[in-house]
């Protein structure tokens, strides 16, 4: 005989009212006692970090109170797929339980990651890598658009642009955030710098030094600055005579600035200006 068990207040909320699935079939739906050997982890869990402690939390709490809320499950063949509740699942092998609550549903791949996805967003249990492997997961997978993605799991196409970013580490670095080493702003602050050794060694000296979000991005502002100055002049000592005399007389006709970029034979000229005046000066100066 089916046992009912609440959803929890949280739940509700991880199917979008635009779904397959209506909030009301799930919260309707009766809790059925699964054997705990028959179901499997879900290779699209976005969530690939466990924290060991938390998880011997979690296992001291069902031993003492049981599960409170049940599993979300899909049946697959002789066993079924987790689509929510992977932390209690793991919890409740450590106790050694025969059987867990679980509630069944029939949705398709697409869905079980969002559902997976919006449930450790709310739960705030996603490391901010994992949730940009499951943003990009989405977006690549199921050809879902940022403006999709955003309505779907309630958060701005900026935050996910943001996130799906730190990606572009080096992947020593988002090892670093994943294990909660550095911080997601250390990340945000690292992608500034485009070598992946050099991502590292900042990263390191994060580590090594204790240093804060600001420190990080005060230093990485002035290895760029640096950078900056090192190969404006590279540039200028490569440019042809030729061309460095050609610039030189346009930087003494229009009072400012010019660079020349050239390659094979074709280029670009670059003249800069610093206030809106500056600019309707040099547009004067090359009006016929």
């Known amino acids: ?29 009766s809790a059925t006692m699964i054997p705990l050997n028959s179901i499997k982890a879900n290779d699209k869990q976005p969530r690939r970090y466990f924290d060991n402690d938390k998880i011997n939390e979690l296992s001291e709490s069902i031993k003492n109170h049981g599960i409170i809320q049940p599993l979300i499950l899909k049946k697959e ?39 997976s996805l919006i449930e450790n967003i709310q739960r705030e249990d996603l490391n901010a890598i994992e949730e940009a492997q499951a943003y990009e997961k ?86 760029l600055s640096k950078e900056k100055v090192t190969d404006d002049k590279k540039e200028v000592e490569t440019l042809n005579p030729y061309y460095k005399d050609i610039q030189n007389q346009l930087q003494n006709f229009f009072g400012t600035k010019v660079n020349i970029n050239s390659k094979k034979n074709k280029g670009k000229i670059e003249i800069e200006y610093y206030s809106e005046e500056d600019l309707q000066r040099i547009i004067e100066i090359m009006k016929p």
Do not use: C
């Not at 949280?10 to 799930?26: F, Q």
């Open 1 to 29: 005989m089916s046992k009912k068990f609440g959803l929890g207040k949280g739940l509700g909320a991880l199917i979008p009212e635009d779904d397959n699935v209506e909030n009301d079939e799930v919260n309707n739906k």
């Open 77 to 115: 063949n002789d066993s079924y797929i987790i689509i929510a509740g992977e932390r209690r699942w793991r919890a409740a092998k450590q106790v050694a339980l025969k059987e867990v609550p679980a509630i069944i549903m029939d949705i398709d791949d697409k869905e079980i990651l969002e559902i």
């Open 138 to 223: 989405l977006l690549g997978e199921f050809s879902l658009t940022q403006e999709q993605l955003s309505e779907r799991i309630g958060k701005s196409r900026t935050a996910i642009s943001n996130t799906i970013r730190l990606l572009n580490l080096d992947k020593r670095v988002q090892s670093y955030i994943i294990e909660g080493i550095i911080s997601e702003g250390h990340g945000r602050a690292i992608l500034a710098v485009s070598d992946k050794d050099k991502q590292y060694e900042f990263a390191q000296k994060v580590i090594d030094e204790s240093l804060s979000v600001r420190d990080i991005e005060r230093i990485i502002k002035l290895y």
